[in-house]
Structures are given as C-alpha cells and as structure tokens.
C-alpha cells in the first residue's frame, strides 16, 4: 500500500512514517517509481511504534531494540523490553496502591481527630 494509505491504518501521519524511516524505526519500504509501497509486516511495526509512544517509550529505545540483529533477535528484544516496562508499571500501581492506603489511614485519623475536638 501507499504511504498515504500507511497513514490511514495506522492513524499515524504522512510526516511521522517517514520520520521513522529517516531514524531507522523501519526499513525503507519498496518502491514502485517514486511511491513507497509498505507491506503488512510494515504496517504491524509502524503500530507498534505508535502504541510503543503513548506508553512513553522514547524513539531511541525503539530504534535501539530495533537495531538487533535478525528479525527473530528483534522481536525477542522488544518482547523482553516491553516485559520490562510491564513490571515497571505493576510496581507503579503497588507504590500508588500503598499511598492510597496511607491517604486513607490519614483520612480516618483526621475523621476521628475532628470529632474530638467537636466533642
């Protein structure tokens, strides 16, 4: 498919596909004349990268995972990367959980501290 076309599945613009080739995310696609065709494996990268982003992963990373060997290396690279970010995030949520917990403890103790003083 055209570029134009690239666009329109992934949601991502002309502008940016063509970013991530000048950076090396994907491999220039084939060409038919002076049109880029982009192939279903292109479009699955092109995805990636675009959900890769809204979890805050930086180009660089990508490109560097990316840059792995074969595409069996690459796909295990990025697999244990997004493994990775994973466990992060889980760590977040318990870290936030445990200060949820804290805040209520506080809530209470503030509840319980008020109707003392109105007493």
């Given at each position: 498919?055209?570029?134009?076309?690239?666009?329109?599945?992934t949601?991502?613009?002309?502008?940016?596909?063509?970013?991530?080739?000048?950076w090396?995310?994907?491999?220039?696609?084939?060409?038919?004349?002076?049109?880029?065709?982009?192939?279903?494996?292109?479009?699955?990268l092109?995805?990636?990268?675009?959900?890769?982003?809204?979890?805050?992963?930086?180009?660089?990373?990508?490109?560097?995972?990316?840059?792995?060997?074969?595409?069996?290396?690459?796909?295990?690279?990025?697999?244990?990367?997004?493994?990775?970010?994973?466990?992060?995030?889980?760590?977040?949520?318990?870290?936030?959980?445990?200060?949820?917990?804290?805040?209520?403890?506080?809530?209470?103790?503030?509840?319980?501290?008020?109707?003392?003083?109105?007493?």
């Amino acid at each position: 498919m055209y570029i134009g076309q690239a666009a329109k599945q992934t949601g991502l613009s002309i502008k940016a596909i063509r970013l991530y080739e000048a950076w090396g995310l994907i491999e220039p696609p084939a060409r038919q004349g002076r049109y880029r065709i982009y192939s279903p494996a292109d479009i699955r990268l092109l995805l990636l990268i675009k959900e890769a982003k809204a979890l805050g992963i930086k180009l660089a990373q990508l490109r560097h995972l990316l840059e792995q060997g074969d595409k069996h290396a690459q796909s295990d690279a990025v697999q244990t990367f997004l493994l990775g970010i994973k466990a992060d995030f889980l760590r977040q949520i318990s870290e936030l959980e445990h200060k949820v917990t804290q805040l209520d403890a506080c809530i209470v103790g503030l509840a319980s501290c008020e109707s003392q003083l109105l007493s």
